[in-house]
């Protein structure tokens, strides 16, 4: 539920407040029943990937690696979910070990 | 993040196992610029493989024990060798304006039948291969060229069924 929440903040801030009519019309979701989303009805996931994807959107995010991974940790097994995760975690650690430090001098000061 | 080694940190400890430098001469050792060794040498330092004082950095024996079998475990080791074999391949087909320099990557894929005294043939030629990998190790013992870390070539070869890559790649998922 409070994932529910926090999609259906994210979308009302960034589209700046839509009405029930708005949402439905940006969404493809029935007026009726966007109105029980707003009033706490539990969201189906393929609404909630609609929220997320509209979100996404509108900061310039792109799902398709989320989606992509999401089907994954659906579908691969066990041990090819943890292939991947190698992989990314990898990724990861060499681009936090690419980020440029601020001061030349600052591996010194830290050890010194 | 696993106890391994990326190669731009495996990279470090081979240069400070040949011996201990400043940072200066690991940046010349190692191709690796200034910015960044300054974000692999705490990691290293904090995992206890390498030691600094007064600007000189050296490998950590104390601890060489510990550190030596957690990074060679065979997940680790197989997680750095796809890593250096997808790098192969990325290489090898960056296009001229990619690269900076003349193309060196070589990769090539062959796949063939082979008679039992072709397999034999090819099985000698891959020993030859690796004892004059050994031979070269050896020289460079006794005659030092005073090369750089990072101007070593990178060799990658192997053998196996076409059905079991195959099987291996349904099986992966």
């Known amino acids: 539920m409070d994932s529910q929440k926090i999609i259906l903040e994210q979308y009302s801030l960034l589209f700046g407040k839509p009405t029930i009519k708005e949402i439905a019309k940006d969404t493809g979701i029935q007026l009726t029943r966007v109105f029980r989303l707003l009033n706490g009805s539990s969201m189906k996931l393929s609404e909630y990937l609609v929220f997320q994807k509209k979100v996404k959107e509108k900061m310039g995010l792109s799902y398709g690696l989320e989606v992509l991974a999401f089907e994954c940790s659906q579908k691969l097994s066990p041990t090819a979910i943890m292939e991947l995760e190698a992989i990314l975690k990898r990724k990861i650690e060499v681009w936090k070990i690419s980020q440029k430090q601020e001061s030349p001098n600052k591996l010194e000061q830290k050890i010194a | ?173």
Not at chain 2, 77 to 94: C, D, G, M
Not at chain 2, 109 to 115: D, N
Request: charged content about 30%; some cysteine; proline content about 2%.
């Open chain 2, 1 to 173: 993040m696993s106890e391994g080694l990326l190669m731009v940190e495996r990279i470090v400890i081979e240069s400070l196992s040949k011996k201990e430098k400043n940072i200066q001469e690991i940046e010349l050792d190692t191709n690796l610029s200034h910015g960044l060794l300054l974000n692999i040498m705490p990691n290293l330092l904090m995992r206890n493989m390498i030691r600094y004082k007064s600007g000189i950095y050296s490998l950590d024996k104390e601890h060489a024990f510990l550190w030596l079998s957690e990074i060679n475990k065979t997940e680790n080791i197989k997680e750095e060798a796809r890593e250096i074999f997808t790098s192969l391949v990325n290489q090898y087909f960056k296009n001229d304006e990619e690269l900076k320099k003349p193309k060196v990557s070589q990769f090539k894929i062959q796949k063939m039948w082979l008679t039992k005294e072709e397999e034999m043939i090819l099985k000698s030629h891959m020993s030859t291969l690796e004892g004059f990998f050994t031979g070269v190790k050896e020289a460079r013992k006794y005659h030092p060229q005073r090369e750089k870390t990072c101007e070593q070539r990178v060799v990658v070869w192997g053998i196996t069924d076409y059905s079991d890559l195959i099987d291996g790649v349904l099986k992966a998922v």
